[in-house]
């Protein structure tokens, strides 16, 4: 399973997965990708590696509307965030801010079971990644947490790890629902979920389960 915002790394220029494919075993197969180091195209490796982070959700948003505006994007996070690199690398954003994208990844492991997240950012919806096997999703879930993490330094200004909020949907149910969700650092029942959406806002909070306006 190679996801969307996955960094390869190496050859003659480090690049991100476009497009999520599934490639069987022993086969060969082209792949979508984008370059997010455009300042270099000499070979460091003669193949490409999986990197331990996967690009951020701007970015890969950005990616679906080619490699022009993966390339706007990536240099616009780098100069907000203090992170440039003569190569214009992805991979500088990660290295700068790494203690803080280690407090986020600390601050919200993976959950037992967990198959998926929805990440919102300071109140703001982001995005939603899930997959349909909670083993696999285990083996990428600590690449797309740095990638969430990154938005949220840079929408947070000092990035601090209660600056902003992710909320994670944690584990399925066998039916294939979510059985709890974990919100700031806790995990709450799926019956307490529905009680809170029973009562609407509180603390000027929207209750988990209540439409989001639009």
Known sequence: MLYEGEELVGA???????????VDARSRQTICVRCVERGRWSPLARLFEAALRAAYPQLRRASRAGQGATWSELVSKQQRMQARSPTEAAEQLY??????????????????????????????PVCVDFLSRSDVFAGLYPKLVRGYALD?????????????????????R??????????????????????RGRQGVRNGRRAADEPADG
Do not use: C, M, W
């Not at 039916?175 to 529905?194: H, Q, T």
């Open 12 to 22: 003659k220029q480090n690049r991100i997965v476009a497009t999520s494919t599934l």
């Open 152 to 172: 949220a330094i840079d929408a947070g200004g000092k990035g601090e790890t209660g600056t902003t909020r992710l909320v994670e949907f944690a584990t399925r």
């Open 95 to 124: 290295v700068v801010h790494r203690r803080r994208l280690d407090a986020y990844a600390d601050a919200f492991p993976r959950q037992i079971g967990q198959s998926g997240a929805a990440v919102s950012i300071a109140g703001n």
């Open 174 to 195: 066998a039916g294939g629902e979510f059985s709890g969700l974990r919100e700031d650092g806790e995990l709450i029942a799926l019956d307490d979920v529905r009680a």
